[in-house]
């Protein structure tokens, strides 16, 4: 049972952020802001866009003609950072919409499913690029190692301003983030590059462009697996990767007059919004409007989260015994099927 499953009952039980009795538990916002999207925000992207795509349009022509592959790889790789940040742009209109109808909390996490495509088209087109990789290493084209050096060389350059563009907008999103850490990722593959280009050109040995484009493989297989991995965490509402649900509730039980924390819930609406939710008990003279205060401002300072949702009761109150009618139930057994660890004074039942 979780802290949403109980029925609203006296004035023991309190929410939080100033929503105190009513019976029921509330969500505190304490002042934080949900939107990662602000004007500035969508022009640098958009710069940033703008100088990826109109480069890797060229370097796509240019890679044909040399007949490199790691100038087509580094292409590819170009092509998902386009997407990454036309996903990032999107994401921001859709999550500075206000929470309306079924969606309570907005569209907080379109830039999660964002990420989660950006990731996936990184893994997918890095198996791709590999297998080309390695069927050149065995039978390697003749490569201009001149023009792939001093497109190389642009590359870079492009990549350092694009970098720059994004570095000014607001990377707390997953979204923005997974786009700066794709162009990164970029520049040292252009690096590489480069000096396979100045291989070819200095020594004749042709290999090296396919082992350039295996080192792009290898950093866009990094970078999609992160995205991938986080990106998954919060679809699957995973506790924020720095927080230990069994921490946290030992702490709020450490706080007297508390005795019990049960239904401790630990997610991410979206990148930088945590959120919890738990049932706690506290001893039969203890203020439990105090405790809800209290207990805010520990998490808040503490662990960052300031989104929560607290019911606070006395632990005797029979009025929260959930059973079937007789059935004897003790004050440590308060709810019948408390999801996750019990936490209570003295040793914790983990």
């Not at 992207?45 to 890679?63: C, H, N, Q, R």
Request: net charge negative.
């Amino acid at each position: 049972m979780s802290a949403h499953d109980h029925a609203p009952h006296d004035h023991d039980t309190i929410g939080t952020a100033g929503h105190e009795g009513h019976g029921h538990a509330g969500h505190g916002h304490a002042g934080h802001s949900h939107g990662v999207a602000a004007d500035a925000d969508r022009r640098w992207l958009g710069i940033a866009l703008g100088l990826i795509t109109g480069f890797m349009a060229i370097e796509v022509v240019i890679g044909v003609l040399a007949h490199s592959l790691a100038l087509i790889s580094d292409a590819a790789h170009m092509l998902t950072d386009a997407v990454s940040i036309v996903l990032a742009l999107i994401a921001m209109r859709l999550a500075a919409r206000p929470a309306r109808g079924g969606f309570t909390y907005g569209l907080k996490r379109a830039e999660i499913l964002s990420a989660q495509a950006n990731g996936l088209t990184l893994l997918l087109l890095a198996v791709w690029l590999a297998y080309e990789a390695v069927r050149r290493l065995l039978d390697p084209p003749p490569v201009e190692g001149g023009l792939v050096l001093v497109t190389a060389l642009a590359g870079i350059v492009v990549n350092i301003a694009a970098a720059w563009c994004i570095s000014k907008a607001n990377r707390t999103s997953l979204a923005v983030e997974g786009a700066y850490q794709h162009i990164l990722n970029d520049l040292f593959a252009f690096i590489g590059t480069a000096v396979a280009g100045l291989i070819v050109l200095t020594t004749g040995f042709r290999q090296a462009d396919s082992i350039a484009s295996l080192v792009v493989v290898v950093l866009m297989v990094k970078a999609g697996y992160g995205l991938v991995r986080e990106s998954g965490r919060i679809l699957l509402e995973a506790a924020p990767a720095h927080v230990d649900p069994d921490t946290v509730g030992d702490r709020l039980v450490g706080q007297p007059p508390v005795t019990e924390v049960h239904d401790l819930h630990i997610w991410t609406i979206t990148s930088g919004q945590a959120a919890l939710s738990a049932h706690v008990l506290v001893a039969p003279e203890g203020d439990c409007h105090a405790v809800r205060r209290d207990l805010e401002a520990l998490l808040a300072k503490e662990y960052g989260i300031t989104h929560t949702t607290l019911q606070v009761d006395h632990a005797q109150d029979s009025l929260l015994t959930v059973g079937r009618p007789g059935e004897d139930r003790a004050a440590d057994t308060h709810c019948a099927d408390a999801h996750g660890p019990v936490h209570r004074q003295g040793p914790h039942d983990h």
